[in-house]
């Protein structure tokens, strides 16, 4: 009986779907919490950080020259009206 | 077009203050690039999947190839053994893929990604089922001679195997299942393209957590619950051997590979668990904000998930090449071991937990005692 319960725990608990690797991708892991006009006004593009698995964290990253980049709370008013203003960033690079 | 002169004017003109600002928040604000830890990972993981491999595919055949050369397997555990062999090979053989997949991305489509990690997580799940099925079923045959064993004894102990093998087969397989249906190849901001599990985006922080929470729960703290109580169980049935004259060595020998199997699954899991157990924290909650300690844990990832991948090269060498110079010696010690556990029943000196197992099992078998003597002979392998 004892033996029989073992069994079964065993093999109906382990009814979990398993993360196989970990792919290691570039994300944004925090808000900044306000832009300059300025440096908004410099931003060239913008790409949609999606919570899928891959990231922790949902984010607008604006691209700045030069490859740099902030990252923005999509929840904020000024981040989405920056994005409205710039392009958008289909094909990811 | 209009504002563009006003734009290169702001833009030199503040040149210094935006630096400042730039600065400032740099460490936190801006997307962490991981380009490092990928680079890491082209290196290190394609050398240790490659050792893991060979160590594996030399191993592991060989098991395959001595259980299936014999005309019959005499044990439940045998047949686990066998069974683990496989899933091991299995395993090992999507550790090139997944070798080429860290040094140029997944370059090969989305169906193999797809069939690659389900393959990897049917066989990893069905590598530590059968290893807390193997502790199980010694546990089991130990305890069988003193009241022989419940539902396996009854019928045709080698349809029941065979049963058992597919049902261990059966649920590894629905645990694949995620991964054949999620797995995709997705194109990240890098450049490269990946293989993982994407989520609906709407669940995807509490599905991907509680999968890793859960992953933990059941892929390490169950099995090693479950190994850690059977070999205790064994291990204290052999000390009481020890009291009806099994010499001391053979037993230290004994337990040594008890010590080892236990040891070795704990070593090899322990650390994988732990940072999972951290990145499950971290999904759901966001906690690691800083690039270096994510770039840290990522690192930590890879370790650990490439020495919990070297179980399967260890199996072999836990689990028949350090047993099978005990095996003999193994039944003998089993025997005596039964005739004690019948004496100390009768004694009414067994330790309470055992005794009422003992009961709980005298119901179903029953009906079933002529069988019994059947399945005696398949006592105890190490």
Known sequence: ?93 | MGSHPDFDYDDHFNDSSYDEHYENYEDFHTVCDKKDVRSFAALFLPVVYTLALVVGLAGNSMVVFVYLSRKRLRTLTDVFILNLAFADLLLLFTLPFWAADAINGWEIGVAACKITSAFYTTNFSCSMLLLACISVDRYRALKQRSASALSLARGNPRRQRLLLCLLVWAVACVLGLPDLVLATVKQHSGGRKACRAVYPVTMAQGAKASLEFLEVLLSFLLPFVVMLFCYCQVGRALSQAATSGVRGVQRWKTFRVLIAVVGVFLLTQLPYSVVKFVRALDTIYALVKDCKTSKGLDRANQVTESLALMHCCLNPVLYIFVGSSFKDHMIKLAKRCGQTGRRLRQGSEMPVPVEVSLKLREHPTDNAAPESDDEDTSTFTI
């Open chain 1, 1 to 93: 009986m004892k033996i029989h319960a073992l069994f079964l725990i065993l093999l109906l608990a382990c009814l979990y779907p398993s993360l196989a690797q970990g792919t290691y991708e570039n994300c944004c892991l925090s808000y900044v919490k306000k832009l300059k006009k300025s440096i908004q006004r410099r931003t060239k593009s913008y790409r949609i950080q999606e919570m899928d698995g891959g990231c922790n964290i949902s984010a607008i990253v604006f691209r700045l020259r030069k490859s740099r980049t902030f990252c923005g709370d999509p929840k904020q008013q000024w981040v989405k009206d920056l994005m409205k203003n710039i392009r958008h960033e289909t094909v990811s690079y």
